[in-house]
C-alpha cells in the first residue's frame, strides 16, 4: 500500500522540481526486497556482476569482499562493479554506510543508472550520486546528456544534506518510469526519474530517450558497505 500510495503522490505532483514531495512512505530500513523484487546481491559471491577497474586489481579481496550479506567496497582502486543485465523501468532500493576516514575527508561513492558500453572509467550513464554533502545529485557521465533546459551535467538536489553519520545505513530509493511527457502518449523510451535520499524527494528528471543499461556500484576512493540492493520491475 505504501508503494502504492508512493506512485500516486508521483503521478499526480506535475512538476516535480517545484513542488518537491516531501512525505516518506518508503519503509524503515533495513527494508528488505518485497514479495515480488529480485535482489541483486546474493549475500555469497558476485554472480551477475562484473568488475570494471582503472588498474587491475590483483587480489579482488582487497578491493572488494563479501560478507554476513554485505558487499564491501574498498574504495580502491577507482572504477565499479556493474550488473551484466541491463534494466530499463524500475524501482531501485539499495542501502549503504560509509566505513571509515578518507584521506580527502569526504566519503565518496555512487550508484550508475543506465550504464552503456563500453566499459570505462567512467562510463556513459547516470549517477545518482553518493556522497557526503551531496547525497542525491545527478550526473550525466561520459556521453550521457541532460536535456537542454539543465544548467549542466550536474543536477543538483532539493533539499539540504540529509545523509547520516559514517557507520550509520543510508538508502536510496531510485523510480524510474514511463515520462509523463512522452510523445502523445506514445511507446518510447521516454524516463522519468526519481530519486529519494533516506525517505526523502531530493531529485527528479525527465530524459527523452534512454536505451536500458546496466546498474553499477562505484568505487572512489572510499570504504562503503551495501545491503538490502532490489529491483522492481513493472
Not at 566499459?119 to 550521457?144: C, F, N, R, Y
Request: charged share 20%.
Amino acid at each position: 500500500m505504501r508503494l502504492l500510495f508512493l506512485a500516486v503522490l508521483l503521478l499526480a505532483s506535475g512538476d516535480l522540481r517545484a513542488k518537491p514531495i516531501t512525505g516518506s512512505p518508503l519503509l524503515p530500513l533495513p527494508w528488505k526486497a518485497p514479495a515480488g523484487a529480485r535482489e541483486l546481491l546474493n549475500g555469497n559471491d558476485l554472480v551477475g556482476w562484473a568488475p570494471v577497474y582503472a588498474s587491475p586489481c590483483e587480489n579482488t579481496q582487497q578491493c572488494w569482499n563479501i560478507s554476513n550479506g554485505m558487499l564491501h567496497l574498498s574504495g580502491k582502486p577507482t572504477g565499479y562493479l556493474r550488473t551484466v543485465e541491463s534494466y530499463a523501468k524500475f524501482h531501485l532500493h539499495a542501502e549503504w554506510r560509509w566505513t571509515g576516514a578518507t584521506k580527502s575527508g569526504v566519503n565518496n561513492s555512487g550508484i550508475f543508472i543506465f550504464v552503456q558500453e563500453p566499459d570505462k572509467v567512467w562510463p556513459t550513464s547516470i549517477q545518482v550520486q553518493v556522497k557526503e554533502g551531496s547525497s542525491g545529485d545527478l550526473i550525466a557521465l561520459g556521453e550521457m546528456k541532460f536535456p537542454q533546459d539543465c544548467a549542466g551535467p550536474i543536477i543538483t538536489k532539493f533539499e539540504p544534506s540529509n545523509e547520516k553519520s559514517t557507520g550509520e545505513w543510508n538508502s536510496a530509493d531510485i523510480f524510474c518510469r514511463p515520462s509523463s511527457q512522452s510523445n502523445g502518449g506514445k511507446k518510447d523510451n521516454s524516463t522519468s526519474i526519481d530519486v529519494f535520499i533516506n525517505g526523502l524527494h531530493q531529485n527528479h528528471l525527465e530524459m527523452t530517450s534512454l536505451e536500458p543499461g546496466s546498474i553499477a556500484l562505484q568505487s572512489e576512493g572510499s570504504p562503503v558497505d551495501f545491503r538490502n540492493l532490489w529491483i522492481q520491475q513493472p
